[in-house]
């Protein structure tokens, strides 16, 4: 197992999240296998993962619950747990003590080593730095009683929203977790992200390394080309190289829900391979070919949004429409949309085609403005 050093402890570079683990229904969240999560969690810190990453609201709030039970069976100092403090829902702002308290009691733990505010997003933003909540003040106060060892966040949220967050707060956070892979590389401009937090010299943490299982199998045509350049090497491994190849990164989060996920990742993990120029830029061509055809081109130009009488900001409208469709569902557009105002949202749109007789890439604006309404009220 790989390890990186972090404040002066050694952290296993693979954590294994708890947000994917095996179930006992066909379908669901729920019931955890708990069984199965144990012999899981044995096979992980038998062959070196120490990082253990849960939240209030992973499987329905039995992960924390389930996460606690089975790493209660090993010493305490042999492992780190994280969770989080779930901001994601805005009518948990004023319950901070209350959650966290509950935290500790449903894990069974006398303190977290890791806890993070849980997604920063547009519509969160605001209410997390409100000093009305209290919420870092309380968070810092747990730090300095010994309940908290190392505060972050996970962002969800734009780059804008990540540095609204880290102008206020930054001083406090000693790591950030981002969704980062291939993909989202530069179709969610985790690119900047990650450029910011190196530029701060914040720890990156990184979550759905295989975007959500989208880039464990591509293409035949596809997996030939990486064949030919690493005969050796998985398709899932490909994303975890890019990841030991991105400066910054400490801990890749995985929510394995199979013994043989498991294995196999650990085993990718036995030693650092990070991409070279040629293989970097094969990987890149991939990410781009996959978006191909799935996504409006847009270029954010922006003469779209002068032309709107409703001042619909357009490109930030489609890049939104782009993640939405791409993914085939999710949460990330429906939360950043929650956060605009009704008559900026896509159900704004009066279908004048104002912006379309000046969009030089001739995008279908208006039709792609009403297909993501109907996609939002589905």
Not at 37 to 58: H, P, S
Not at 138 to 150: A, C, F, P, S
Request: glycine share 6%; aromatic share 10%; proline share 5%.
């Amino acid at each position: 197992m790989i390890y990186k050093e972090f404040k002066n402890i050694k952290l296993s570079s693979l954590g294994l999240g708890t947000m994917r683990l095996p179930v006992k229904g066909e379908t669901g969240d729920t019931p955890i296998d708990e069984e199965e999560t144990a012999k899981m969690v044995e096979y992980a810190i038998k062959n070196g993962i120490n990082y253990f990453d849960t939240a209030w609201g992973y499987h329905n709030g039995e992960s924390e619950i389930v996460t606690g039970k089975v790493l209660s069976k090993y010493p305490r100092d042999s492992f780190y747990i994280a969770t989080k403090f779930p901001g994601y829902d805005l009518s948990n702002m004023d319950k901070v003590e209350e959650i966290f308290e509950k935290q500790l009691e449903k894990t069974g733990m006398e303190y977290f080593d890791f806890y993070l505010f849980h997604n920063v997003y547009e519509k969160n933003v605001d209410p997390y730095l409100d000093e009305k909540y209290g919420i870092l003040d309380y968070l810092l106060k747990q730090k300095e009683n010994g309940k908290i060892k190392h505060l972050g966040f996970s962002v969800h949220g734009s780059y804008e929203v990540m540095k609204k967050f880290l102008d206020a707060y930054g001083e406090h956070m000693e790591f950030c977790q981002v969704q980062l892979n291939y993909l989202d590389y530069k179709f969610q401009d985790a690119k900047a992200k990650i450029e910011l937090l190196n530029k701060l010299n914040i720890p990156v943490w990184v979550m759905e390394p295989l975007r959500g299982g989208k880039l464990a199998k591509l293409p035949e045509e596809q997996e030939s080309k990486l064949k030919e350049l690493r005969p050796e090497e998985t398709t899932p491994g490909w994303a975890f190289r890019f990841l030991q190849s991105i400066p910054g990164v400490t801990m890749v989060l995985s929510g394995m829900s199979s013994m043989e996920q498991l294995q196999q990742n650990i085993k990718t993990f036995e030693e650092e391979k990070p991409l070279n120029e040629e293989e970097m830029k094969s990987i890149l061509e991939i990410a781009d070919n996959m978006l191909q055809g799935n996504i409006l081109p847009c270029t954010a130009c922006r003469y779209c949004t002068a032309h709107c009488p409703k001042g619909i900001d357009i490109p930030k409208i489609l890049a939104l429409y782009n993640e939405h469709t791409f993914t085939g569902g999710g949460f990330i557009a429906p939360m950043a949309i929650s956060a605009l105002p009704d008559d900026k949202k896509p159900s704004a749109c009066i279908g004048c085609k104002s912006c379309e007789a000046v969009c030089p890439q001739q995008l279908k604006i208006a039709e792609a403005m009403s297909n993501f309404a109907d996609l939002l009220n589905q």
